[in-house]
């Protein structure tokens, strides 16, 4: 009888055991796919792909009436059109995704906004768009450090260059002893903006080269460009002409090869002055 038990119980574990787990429906499988190989692409700066993956989990996660996934991936997709360039196509997005938004993303969706805000010379509206986020985050939020940086981006926008040399350092100082490397190189590139702007360039080539430094250890071919762009122009107001030409052909070798437009026409505008 007590082998028998046991037996039985042998079997039930059996069975137990060999249940398949429960697996996700196809679709939603396919927009979580999506959704990772599109942060994937992201990471390694081939933008392009990722906006294309992200805006095609959203619309998965809109046909399955999940409205949080779409929302979220409507951001991502905001993210990869920003660096990119598209403003406009960044803004549009996060207006998709603004009406669907999930619990608690409204200050990531205003921090994109205003972004996209500034990048448009729409420096109004992204004032009042840091005003709204700094509402909701009050308390030191996670992001606090991004909207220090936006506000620094705000403030060299309307020529209060002190404004901006606050906020940069504030945010430097919240981003120490954090693996935040890329927003690090935006808090240097902002202070050397911000003091070039204050008429201080000497002290405004060191941050410029920290950031330039980041910059290649992490291998961003945009904000390289632009980190040669600038201490291109902060050379210029120390007077050393040679060395600022040499810094605005650095810049255009970088957008060249990475097919950079903006950053190459900026470089030969400065070339030709």
Same mark, same amino acid.
């Given at each position: 009888?007590?082998?028998?038990?046991?037996?039985?119980?042998?079997?039930?574990?059996?069975?137990?055991?060999?249940?398949?787990?429960?697996?996700?429906?196809?679709?939603?499988?396919?927009?979580?796919?999506?959704?990772?190989?599109?942060?994937?692409? =992201?990471?390694?700066?081939? =933008?392009?792909?990722?906006?294309?993956?992200?805006?095609?989990?959203?619309?998965?996660?809109?046909?399955? &009436? &999940?409205?949080?996934?779409?929302?979220?991936?409507?951001?991502?997709?905001?993210?990869?059109?920003?660096?990119?360039?598209?403003? @406009?196509?960044?803004?549009?997005?996060?207006?998709?995704?603004?009406?669907?938004?999930?619990?608690?993303?409204?200050?990531?969706? %205003? %921090?994109?906004?205003?972004?996209? +805000?500034?990048?448009?010379?729409?420096? &109004?509206?992204?004032? +009042?768009?840091?005003?709204?986020?700094?509402?909701?985050?009050?308390?030191?939020?996670? +992001?606090?450090?991004?909207?220090?940086?936006?506000?620094? =981006?705000?403030?060299?926008?309307?020529?209060?260059?002190?404004?901006?040399?606050? =906020? /940069?350092?504030?945010?430097?100082?919240?981003?120490?002893?954090?693996?935040? /490397?890329?927003?690090?190189?935006? /808090?240097?590139?902002?202070?050397?903006?911000?003091?070039?702007?204050?008429?201080?360039?000497?002290?405004?080539?060191?941050?410029?080269?920290?950031?330039?430094?980041? &910059?290649?250890? %992490?291998? %961003?071919?945009?904000?390289?460009?632009?980190?040669?762009?600038?201490?291109?122009?902060? +050379?210029?107001?120390?007077?050393?002409? @040679?060395?600022?030409?040499?810094?605005?052909?650095?810049?255009?070798?970088?957008?060249?090869?990475?097919?950079?437009?903006?950053?190459?026409?900026?470089?030969?505008?400065?070339?030709?002055?």
């Amino acid at each position: 009888m007590r082998a028998k038990t046991l037996l039985l119980a042998l079997l039930i574990l059996a069975g137990c055991a060999s249940t398949p787990k429960p697996v996700d429906p196809p679709r939603l499988k396919a927009a979580l796919e999506a959704e990772s190989d599109g942060a994937k692409r =992201h990471g390694r700066g081939d =933008h392009a792909a990722a906006a294309r993956r992200f805006d095609e989990a959203a619309r998965i996660f809109a046909s399955i &009436d &999940d409205t949080p996934g779409a929302a979220r991936n409507r951001r991502h997709l905001a993210r990869a059109e920003l660096a990119q360039g598209r403003a @406009e196509a960044a803004l549009l997005a996060l207006e998709l995704a603004e009406r669907g938004g999930e619990s608690g993303a409204a200050l990531d969706t %205003l %921090l994109l906004k205003a972004q996209a +805000q500034l990048a448009l010379g729409r420096n &109004d509206a992204a004032q +009042q768009s840091l005003a709204t986020a700094g509402g909701l985050c009050a308390n030191a939020c996670p +992001q606090a450090a991004s909207l220090h940086l936006l506000r620094a =981006h705000a403030a060299l926008a309307g020529k209060r260059a002190p404004e901006a040399l606050t =906020h /940069a350092e504030a945010a430097l100082k919240l981003l120490q002893d954090q693996d935040e /490397a890329v927003e690090t190189g935006n /808090a240097w590139r902002l202070i050397a903006a911000a003091r070039l702007a204050s008429g201080d360039a000497t002290t405004a080539l060191p941050a410029a080269h920290a950031a330039l430094n980041i &910059d290649r250890r %992490l291998a %961003l071919p945009e904000k390289i460009g632009r980190d040669w762009l600038l201490i291109g122009d902060i +050379q210029k107001k120390v007077g050393a002409g @040679e060395t600022a030409a040499n810094a605005y052909r650095r810049a255009l070798d970088v957008a060249k090869a990475a097919g950079l437009a903006d950053i190459a026409r900026l470089a030969t505008q400065a070339l030709s002055k």
